[in-house]
C-alpha cells in the first residue's frame, strides 16, 4: 500500500531514503541531510545537483532542470540516454544521485497538489527510481510507504476519476507548454488548427492566472 508519484524526465538507479523538504539555498543552520530524497518545489541546478552529491543525498524531485544542467551534471547528451538500447548500462555509468522532474526540462514548478502530497508524507520512507527511456517507454516513478494510520483493516485506495469533462483539472503533459496546469472550460466540436499547421481535437483550459491555453487532447492528462 503506497502512493505513486510519475515523473516526465529523470536518471539513476532505485534508491531508498526519507523524503525531506528542502529550499534551494539552504542555510548553515539547516544542513543538507544525508541519505534523504530531497522535495525541491521549484527548478534544480547544477550547483544544487553537486551540492546534494557532496552532501550524500541519495536521491532529488524537483519541478523542472534546464537541459544544459541535466546534461552538464550526467555529462553526456540527454538523447543519447532517454534513447539508449541497454537501460542498465546507461544507467550504472551515472552520478551517484537518482532524480525525477514532474514538468522535465524548463523552468516549471512542482503542481501544488504535488507539493502538497508530498509535504503531507514528510519525513516517510520512499524509493526513487530515476530510469527513463523513450525507447522502452520508462519513466521515473517514487513510491512512498503509507503511514500505519492510513492502512488499517478497511483501508481502500482511494478512487482516481482519470476522464476528461468540463471543469476537470488536467497537466500539460508534452510540448512547448509542458507542465501548465488549468482547468478544461471547453471542448472543442471540430478539429483545432493549431499555429504548426496541425489539425486535431482540442480543449480549452483556464489557467491558475486566468490565461486562456488551447491544447491538444492527446497532449493532457487528469490530475487530482
Known amino acids: ?29 539547516s544542513p543538507v541531510p544525508a541519505g534523504a530524497i530531497l522535495v525541491i518545489p521549484g527548478q534544480a541546478s547544477f550547483a544544487i545537483l553537486r551540492q546534494a552529491v557532496a552532501s550524500g543525498v541519495v536521491g532529488i524531485v524537483a519541478g523542472s532542470i534546464e537541459m544544459r544542467d541535466f546534461e552538464g551534471f550526467l ?4 538523447f543519447d540516454l532517454l534513447d539508449s538500447v541497454n537501460v542498465d548500462m546507461a544507467q550504472a555509468s551515472l552520478p551517484p544521485l537518482t532524480m525525477l522532474f514532474t514538468g ?41 510507504s503509507l503511514p500505519e ?28 507548454n509542458v507542465g501548465m496546469t488549468g482547468d478544461i472550460d471547453y471542448f472543442f466540436v471540430h478539429l483545432h488548427r493549431f499555429l504548426s499547421g496541425v489539425q486535431g481535437r482540442a480543449v480549452r ?11 491538444p487532447i492527446l497532449n493532457i492528462e487528469r490530475i487530482p
Open 149 to 176: 494510520a492510513e492502512t488499517q483493516r478497511n483501508w481502500q485506495p482511494p478512487a482516481y476519476d482519470t476522464s476528461l469533462r468540463l471543469g476537470a483539472r488536467v497537466r500539460v503533459r508534452s510540448g512547448a
Open 1 to 29: 500500500r503506497a502512493a505513486v508519484l510519475a515523473g516526465h524526465i529523470g536518471a539513476g538507479q532505485q534508491v531508498a531514503g526519507f523524503l525531506t523538504l528542502w529550499q534551494p539555498a539552504p542555510s548553515r543552520s
Open 104 to 144: 522535465g526540462f524548463g523552468s516549471q514548478t512542482m503542481p501544488q497538489s504535488t507539493l502538497q502530497a508530498l509535504t503531507r508524507y514528510q519525513g516517510s520512507i520512499a524509493l526513487l527510481s530515476g530510469v527513463t527511456s523513450t525507447r522502452y517507454a520508462l519513466y521515473p516513478e517514487l513510491v512512498i
Open 75 to 78: 555529462g553526456l547528451d540527454a
Open 205 to 215: 483550459l483556464r489557467l491558475a492566472d486566468g490565461n486562456i491555453l488551447i491544447a
